[in-house]
């Protein structure tokens, strides 16, 4: 996603609100109980982030949405948290973390969710943003970039089942094969078109081969594919989106998978021209 945010640019409080299954979220989760009191916590880690990461999710307060509990098969992901004592979550592109707590926070055992970012800065500010320590929240966070094939490539992992300490994590390749669910949620849109089908190859590699595994998530999507170009804020931006049925054809391609993905309607968090949004899902070896 190209766009001209710089840590210069002036944040804008009007663009603050949480619906209330969030507000319910975030007061659970960092214990302030006044609205206002919250609001001013979540102001003052918005700028901190912004200072060393610009970007329009920091901006907009996209971070603010849980994205993940949202999604029609939230459910059922966390039913094989419950049903499989070693399944193991990934969220890609996790920023501040909320959607991983969100999965803890419904019973997904934390010590078995991993996230991910480029940026480590943004985790350790996710700590300032909810209250805690990594040692009240022992999730395993693991910092790099997911287009360098040093660090998640797309091709076969090793054969061993056994899963790895996630504590000593050095890549996202350690995880090939051994992943029960992946998360991504407004991640596959920053990234051009032969970089998110290099992506999709990757989080396949990533899925346990076992019935069920699933990965799933939402962008930016629109009706045909191609470049989309909207307003956010003062700043022009443009991204390359899939339609459902080519983004379907993408994983079909990568593996055995029973592929689903819908256009809906976007609702706020964007910025102007960017109005549908991709919601999908794969599970392996049920085809």
Same mark, same amino acid.
């Given at each position: 996603?190209?766009?001209?945010?710089? !840590?210069?640019?002036?944040l804008?409080?009007?663009?603050? %609100?949480?619906?209330?299954?969030?507000?319910?979220?975030f =007061?659970?989760?960092?214990?302030f109980t006044? @609205?206002?009191?919250l609001?001013?916590?979540?102001?003052? #880690?918005?700028? =901190?982030a912004?200072?060393?990461?610009?970007y329009?999710?920091?901006?907009?307060?996209?971070? +603010?949405?849980?994205k993940i509990?949202?999604?029609?098969?939230?459910?059922?992901?966390?039913?094989l948290?419950?049903?499989?004592?070693?399944?193991?979550?990934l969220?890609?592109g996790?920023?501040?973390?909320n959607?991983?707590? =969100?999965?803890?926070?419904?019973?997904?055992? #934390?010590?078995?969710?991993?996230?991910t970012?480029?940026?480590?800065?943004?985790?350790?500010?996710g700590?300032?943003? /909810?209250?805690?320590?990594?040692?009240s929240?022992?999730?395993?966070?693991?910092?790099?970039?997911?287009?360098d094939?040093? /660090?998640?490539?797309?091709?076969? %992992?090793?054969?061993?089942?056994?899963?790895?300490?996630?504590s000593?994590?050095?890549?996202?390749?350690?995880?090939?094969?051994?992943? +029960?669910?992946?998360?991504?949620?407004?991640? /596959?849109?920053? /990234?051009?078109?032969?970089?998110q089908?290099?992506?999709?190859?990757? #989080?396949a590699a990533l899925?346990?081969? @076992?019935?069920?595994?699933?990965?799933f998530?939402?962008?930016? *999507?629109?009706?045909?594919?191609?470049?989309?170009?909207?307003k956010a804020?003062?700043?022009?931006?443009?991204?390359?989106c899939?339609?459902?049925?080519?983004?379907?054809k993408?994983?079909?391609?990568?593996?055995?998978f =029973?592929? @689903?993905?819908?256009?809906?309607?976007? !609702?706020?968090?964007?910025? @102007?021209?960017?109005? *549908?949004?991709?919601?999908?899902?794969?599970?392996?070896?049920i085809?």
């Open positions: 996603m190209a766009s001209g945010f710089s !840590t210069n640019t002036p804008d409080p009007s663009l603050y %609100g949480l619906d209330p299954a969030a507000l319910e979220f =007061k659970q989760q960092t214990g006044e @609205e206002d009191d609001k001013q916590h979540i102001l003052a #880690v918005q700028a =901190k912004f200072a060393v990461a610009p329009y999710c920091i901006y907009n307060f996209v971070f +603010t949405k849980l509990s949202r999604h029609p098969k939230y459910q059922s992901v966390l039913q948290g419950r049903d499989y004592s070693s399944a193991l979550l969220d890609v996790c920023c501040f973390g959607d991983a707590r =969100k999965a803890a926070a419904d019973g997904w055992p #934390v010590t078995q969710i991993i996230s970012d480029i940026r480590h800065e943004l985790w350790d500010l700590h300032v943003l /909810f209250r805690s320590t990594p040692r929240f022992p999730l395993s966070f693991i910092a790099g970039n997911c287009l094939p040093t /660090f998640l490539s797309s091709e076969p %992992g090793p054969t061993s089942r056994s899963l790895p300490d996630l000593s994590l050095t890549s996202l390749n350690d995880l090939r094969g051994k992943l +029960t669910a992946v998360h991504a949620s407004s991640i /596959f849109h920053l /990234f051009s078109a032969e970089q089908a290099s992506l999709v190859r990757a #989080v899925l346990s081969p @076992e019935p069920g595994s699933i990965a998530g939402s962008h930016i *999507g629109l009706p045909k594919q191609g470049i989309i170009r909207g804020a003062s700043m022009i931006a443009e991204m390359y899939y339609d459902p049925e080519s983004w379907k993408l994983w079909e391609d990568a593996g055995p =029973k592929t @689903e993905a819908v256009l809906e309607e976007l !609702t706020g968090g964007m910025g @102007e021209g960017f109005t *549908g949004e991709s919601v999908w899902e794969i599970e392996e070896g085809n």
